[in-house]
């Protein structure tokens, strides 16, 4: 069984910053992976560990962050074999169809994959939109927000939560999953599979390896402004015979 968790490099939360014009300032941002990513790749690693034989690999998609060989260790340390990157300068033009086609191809180059996990959505954009798309194009099942999940006999069983129950459902592989956040918690490396994690392999392609028509990925990004901060009322509601001024007050500003 070969499984391929897929995650997204992002840039520090804390490290943006907002100009006055709203815009975003990421020329101090540090890179990370996803945390949201972490847990899909911690889900791969307990299916893949439950199956003899299996073999987990990472797979990635962005700029040249995606062999800085810091990031490279850290994921790499939470268990996987190997993994792929396909490196593209313009990554940053693509939106969630777009992260998909080259998943897909990728994968697809990759060869005989019977399960991709991803994660709820990625730690920039969040669309949730890329494993539906990506299952869609590669005509595997799918399903979104798993919980748990388990493989045996060609078969993989997940459960969600809904909104008045918990859903059990059996699917066919090869198929494509993704979690929720609060699926499994993300190992800690130690010292040693941060050590080991700088000799495993990462095979890294260039855009044009994988796909040869970049053009439907690019789309123009006209602005990313930060919402409009407002100041606070600063007004102070006292005892409970406040309670219908406080929600008047609350519906005005709504």
Do not use: H
């Not at 539906?132 to 590669?138: D, E, R």
């Amino acid at each position: 069984m070969k499984i391929v968790a897929c995650y997204k490099l992002v840039p520090e939360d804390r490290d943006i910053n907002v100009n006055s014009d709203l815009t975003l300032d990421l020329s101090k941002a540090t890179w990370k992976v996803g945390d949201y990513d972490l847990t899909a790749i911690e889900m791969a690693m307990r299916i893949g560990e439950a199956q003899e034989g299996a073999e987990v690999v990472l797979l990635t998609y962005g700029g040249d962050v995606v062999t800085d060989q810091k990031l490279k260790k850290g994921v790499y340390a939470r268990g996987p074999q190997m993994g792929y990157a396909v490196r593209d300068n313009e990554a940053f033009c693509s939106d969630s169809f777009g992260t998909a086609r080259v998943l897909a191809a990728a994968i697809d180059k990759i060869g005989d994959v019977d399960l991709v996990v991803c994660g709820e959505g990625s730690g920039d954009i969040y669309s949730q939109q890329v494993a539906p798309i990506l299952a869609t194009l590669m005509k595997r099942p799918v399903v979104n927000a798993v919980k748990e999940a388990s493989a045996e006999g060609g078969q993989l069983t997940v459960k969600r939560d809904l909104e008045d129950a918990v859903e059990v459902a059996t699917l066919p592989l090869p198929a494509v999953v993704s979690t929720t956040s609060e699926a499994c918690k993300p190992r800690i490396p130690g010292m040693k599979d941060i050590l080991a994690a700088g000799k495993k392999e990462q095979v890294v392609w260039e855009i044009g390896e994988v796909l040869s028509d970049q053009s439907a990925l690019r789309k123009e990004v006209v602005n990313t402004l930060s919402p409009a901060q407002k100041e606070r009322a600063r007004t102070i509601f006292e005892g409970i015979d406040s309670l219908d001024s406080f929600v008047d007050a609350l519906r005005k500003v709504m």
